[in-house]
């Protein structure tokens, strides 16, 4: 269970609203019908005859019973499975007031005390709010300039790619075409009895691939990643 998409069920973490069971699969069961009545119905002639029928009503009596307790077993499943989008509906709303809580607002507590413009528990508070809008303005233009940086990035090493794997391709093509050259060559030498008049081609050095750009290599404080990125494009 642990390694399923119900591994959360097992988990020592709190389960979250975005936890989800998987999906249940009920089984279209067919109505209760009379079964083999032609046959229980008939007048057993000789011992074995009454006995097989009987033998027939019992277990035509147990497979009853089992779609009944099946049945029985689905409906519970499909209630208790609505019950839970129910429960999950209400954890995730307390989720958002929960996230709603831990916003910061602004306000500042005196524990009930009278509030004075010009005492310093005052200043401070709306500094300390100030500074916090400002780390999150700051934080938000950062990582707007690291996404930037990292599509531009990505551009560039796309079209790199692209390069490499055509010139690699030539390349290959090019040597391709040169062993099957040496392959005729060297029949042909088995044939006169001699040595082939070159040796068989090696096979040239591909370009390598270069790192790929993440977008973890952006956000983070790197002061060189600038320099980096400008003889990167030099190249």
Known sequence: LATTSASFLVSDSPIRSTSILPPIFTTIMSPPTQRDTTILD????????????EALRTSNMIIEAQKKIMGGMQAQTVLQSMYLEGVRGQLQGQE????????KTGKINMDGRAKVLTQDDI???????????DKAVADAATKKQAKE??????????VREI?????????KSRWD???KAW???????????RKPRWTKPKMPAMGKATRRPTLAYYTTENPSSDEEEEEEEEE
């Open 163 to 171: 390069d490499r794997k055509q010139r690699n391709g030539t390349l």
């Open 96 to 103: 958002v007031k929960e996230a709603k809580k831990k916003r």
């Open 149 to 158: 940086k990292y599509t531009a990035a990505m551009d560039i090493w796309k």
């Open 183 to 193: 392959n005729v060559e060297r029949d042909d030498a088995k044939i006169g009895h």
């Open 42 to 53: 008939a007048e057993p002639i000789t011992e074995l005859e009454a006995k097989l029928q």
């Open 177 to 179: 075409k040169d062993v």
């Open 123 to 133: 200043i401070e508070g709306v500094q300390e709010w100030q500074d916090g809008q």
